[in-house]
Nanobody, 119 residues
Framework: QVQLVESGGGLVQAGGSLRLSCAAS????????MGWFRRAPGKEREFVAG????????YYTDSVKGRFTIYRDNAKNTVYLQMSSLKPEDTAVYYC????????????WGQGTQVTVSS
C-alpha cells in the first residue's frame, strides 16, 4: 500500500513563499500521476495542481497559475509544490494525492499539512 507524507507547511506573510513536499513509499512512484489539493476553512476540497507520471508536465487551477509550481523527483519518490506570492486566500490544509491505479482518479491521500498566510 502506497503511503504519502506531506511536510513543509507553516505560517508565512502575504507575498512570501513556501515549498511543500510529499514523500511516497513504494517502488513504482514514477508511474503515478500526482496532485495537490487544498481545503480552506468552511470550503470544499479543491484541486490545486497535478503532474503527469511520464513527461512530468504540470497543470494548475487558474487561481495559482504563475505563482505555484509542481515538480517531482522520481529518484527521491517525492513531489513538490513551490508556492510563491502567497495570498491570505491560499490559507488551507494542503493534501498530496496519487493516482496509483491510473484510472483518472486519485486513490491515495496524505494526511495534509497546514498553510497559513497572514495579511
Amino acid at each position: 500500500q502506497v503511503q504519502l507524507v506531506e511536510s513543509g507547511g507553516g505560517l508565512v506573510q502575504a507575498g512570501g513563499s513556501l515549498r511543500l513536499s510529499c514523500a511516497a513509499s513504494g517502488r513504482t512512484f514514477s508511474t503515478y500521476r500526482m496532485g495537490w489539493f487544498r481545503r480552506a476553512p468552511g470550503k470544499e476540497r479543491e484541486f490545486v495542481a497535478g503532474i503527469t507520471w511520464s513527461a512530468g508536465v504540470g497543470y494548475y487551477t487558474d487561481s495559482v497559475k504563475g505563482r505555484f509550481t509542481i515538480y517531482r523527483d522520481n529518484a527521491k519518490n517525492t513531489v513538490y509544490l513551490q508556492m510563491s506570492s502567497l495570498k491570505p486566500e491560499d490559507t488551507a490544509v494542503y493534501y498530496c494525492a496519487a493516482d496509483t491505479r491510473r484510472r483518472g482518479d486519485y486513490d491515495v491521500w496524505g494526511q495534509g499539512t497546514q498553510v497559513t498566510v497572514s495579511s
